[in-house]
């Protein structure tokens, strides 16, 4: 059996790693802000949750933002580039549910296609970033 030797070529400086770190800092932050404070995340996702309310609801996309987050840092980590795009990319359904769900609830179109419409549109241009392939990228 020969063992080789894999060289990590996703370097943690390239563009596509520093905006995939970005995106899991940011599901990072969402996370901690739906804990410490849930009344005022709850507004910012697009829902008028008041009081405790807003607290199981936030707490319920906390860990989801969390799990995302995570899932993000630990494939920069072990440098799987085309496997973070798949991620991204099958993570833009959450954006999009949760626009479709702000609106149901009240919450105009245009606030939510601008928290959670961009929300898509980065995740598109990440994930068409990371899968693109190896030629097109070292060109």
């Given at each position: ?70 899932g993000i840092f630990g494939l920069v980590a072990?440098r799987q580039r085309l496997a973070a795009g ?54």
């Amino acid at each position: 059996m020969t063992s080789t030797n894999t060289k990590l070529s996703w370097k943690l400086t390239s563009p596509t790693a520093v905006f995939t770190l970005i995106l899991g800092a940011f599901m990072l932050f969402l996370s901690i802000n739906g804990v410490l404070n849930p009344v005022e995340a709850a507004k910012g996702f697009g829902l008028s949750l008041t009081g405790t309310e807003a607290i199981p609801w936030m707490h319920v996309k906390a860990g989801r933002d969390l799990g995302i987050a995570l899932g993000i840092f630990g494939l920069v980590a072990v440098r799987q580039r085309l496997a973070a795009g798949a991620f991204v990319l099958a993570s833009i359904v959450m954006p999009t549910v949760d626009a479709l769900t702000v609106v149901q609830a009240g919450t105009s179109v245009p606030y939510a296609l601008m928290v959670h419409g961009s929300a898509v549109v980065y995740g598109v241009v990440l994930a068409a970033a990371l899968l693109r392939p190896s030629a097109v990228r070292s060109a």
